[in-house]
């Protein structure tokens, strides 16, 4: 985490050759000669610190049942596009996948993933979430299961249990002190829909509700969102770069 934020202070650009590589600390990129005032760099990411503690399943359920599955839809489906639906339709789905994002995180020892909050082309309307995985690609697909089961839950008792599930795996694949969770870190991302922030901070609590330290990056591109966790997991990247 401390490589990634250092990566967001200090930006070096070079978007004509004939210019010098502009470096800056401060929350908005300074323009080199020769580029528009409009070239700015994001402010800092918001860290919302975990402890890889729960809440108690009743304090979950109330989370979940406070966002019910729409009678509209039938089954939430997760394709290379993510989930991507009319946004008014989403709160149960992204209610349920901020806790799922720091459950995927945790079954991966402590490895940091991220939730991209944007329906790409789609029209205004829509919006969607796509899943990067530690490596920074896509969700891993026995998990892309995991993630469709827990969006379809009937209900939060159905909920918790395959929530139970992934923690009993996560627990029993990496010992913490005291029988926790390991550490869970989920980055968050979204893009300038008028209702994607919104929804982006139902993620962001979800997660934090599992306990996850939560890094909320605010408007940022796709490929941003999975550059910034790819290069979080530093000891993953020999194996990601060719060398």
Known sequence: MKRLLRFRRIIAIRPHSNLPFVHTDSKQLQAA????????????????RGNSTPLPDNELAALIDAHPKPSSISQYSYGTAGFRYEASLLPCCFARMGIFAALRSASLGGEEVGA??????NPEPDNGMKLADSHGGMLDADW?????????????????????????????????????LPEMVVHVGRDTRSHSPPLAALVIRAARAMGATVIDHGEVSTPMLHHFVMHANGHLLPSIIPQ
């Open 33 to 48: 000669p020769g580029l528009p005032p409009q070239c700015t760099m994001p402010a800092s990411p918001k860290i919302y």
């Open 116 to 121: 991209m909050i944007t329906a790409s082309h």
């Open 144 to 180: 892309e299961k995991h993630a469709v089961s827990l969006a379809n839950a009937p209900d939060s008792k159905h909920a918790l249990a395959l929530i139970h599930t992934l923690s009993d795996y996560s627990k029993g694949h990496h010992k913490s002190a005291g029988g926790r």
